[in-house]
């Protein structure tokens, strides 16, 4: 089927004015187009200081979302919680990818569950869960070890409580400050892997290779390209991913995170249609980042090459671990991104650096 090709000069609509919205509008920069972000309060914000325009206003002013879509020649997302409603008014002006379907899986984790379980891909046990009576009712089912979280929002550990044997659910369904909740249960693994696909307006898809992730406090803080897994455990993490990104009819990159389990099988945790921070080492190791896959895919044009020239290890700089900016930029061989935002806070991403060895 014919599709449009955007040529370069043409300019990309970002929702969203973080840093994936940043180095997006970078990678496309690199290509020779323009990046215009929208989004409440975006000025001076990581995408805003690289961007060629800037629109503030808030997901329900109708009338800047139309003048926004009918100053660019495509839109995409840096944040798949942009309401589904806001994608479907843009789309009457102009394409958005990934569209208003993609969103609606990506939005509700017991949607996004039921989505990849109809597709015969496994998940940890779980249960919907709209009160504390039902997060009873789901450990009764699931076992005395879960993991309640709220259907919408919540990232980075936010928006979930932890239930061991003894926990008082009622505590855990007030922690989580949510009317709807997915009770998840506990699953033995040996690591977790995420594997990042893009899929083009064709149909085409390419993978970057599985990677290893190891968290702290709830928050991704390394990243190790690429898995040290078996290669059929790879093979089965990145036929996952392509699955799922087929079947939403994806255009642009999907991350999707997976549990490795003592056989070597994986059970898909969770996906984001976008860039993620556990491709960020896709920057320095490979010869197309996943920035540029984005820009590729919503663009028409054709996707690049996700050969990595080297191993990597990406590190998350969370909080005060920016401020170790000067030793890094004098450590050889060490590829520091800083990510612009102004505050530090206890939590907040503010930049990674990736450390690049011979490939394996």
């Not at 040996?190 to 064709?202: F, H, N, P, Q, Y």
């Not at 690429?226 to 059929?232: C, D, H, K, L, T």
């Not at 996700?306 to 030793?327: K, S, T, Y």
């Amino acid at each position: 089927m014919a599709h449009r090709i955007l040529p370069p000069g043409s300019t990309i609509g970002m929702l969203g004015d973080g840093q994936l919205g940043r180095m997006t509008a970078l990678a496309a920069a690199r290509l020779g187009y323009k990046t215009h972000v929208y989004a409440p309060g975006s000025e001076g914000s990581p995408c805003a200081q690289v961007a060629a325009a800037v629109t503030s206003a808030g997901w329900d002013d109708l009338d800047a979302l139309e003048a926004f879509a009918r100053s660019v020649d495509v839109v995409t997302l840096e944040w798949e919680n942009v309401p589904v409603a806001v994608v479907e008014h843009l789309g009457r002006f102009t394409p958005v990818h990934p569209g208003g379907q993609v969103l609606s899986v990506a939005q509700d984790r017991v949607e996004e569950k039921s989505f990849v379980n109809a597709l015969g891909i496994g998940t940890a046990p779980w249960r919907a869960a709209r009160s504390a009576d039902e997060v009873v009712k789901a450990v009764a089912e699931i076992g005395p070890r879960c993991i309640l979280k709220s259907t919408r929002l919540g990232y980075d550990g936010k928006g979930q409580a932890r239930i061991e044997p003894g926990s008082d659910p009622a505590e855990a369904w007030a922690a989580i400050g949510s009317d709807a909740g997915i009770v998840e249960g506990f699953v033995s693994f040996t690591c977790e892997v995420s594997v990042i696909v893009a899929r083009g307006l064709d149909g085409r898809m390419a993978a970057y290779p599985a990677v290893e992730n190891r968290h702290k406090d709830g928050i991704l803080d390394k990243t190790i390209a690429p898995a040290r897994v078996p290669a059929e455990t790879a093979a089965e993490a990145e036929r996952v991913a392509r699955r799922i990104a087929e079947a939403l009819d994806l255009v642009g990159v999907l991350a999707v995170e997976m549990f490795v389990t003592p056989d070597g099988g994986v059970l898909v945790n969770e996906m984001a249609p976008r860039p993620h921070n556990s491709g960020h080492w896709t920057m320095d190791a490979c010869h197309s980042c996943q920035f540029e896959q984005l820009v590729r895919a919503v663009c028409g044009l054709p996707l690049g090459s996700v050969e990595r020239v080297a191993d990597a290890e990406m590190e998350n700089l969370i909080g005060a671990d920016a401020d170790r900016w000067p030793a890094l930029m004098a450590e050889p061989g060490a590829r520091l991104h800083l990510y612009g935002k102004a505050e530090s806070r206890p939590g907040r991403k503010m930049g990674h650096v990736t450390r690049l060895h011979p490939r394996s």
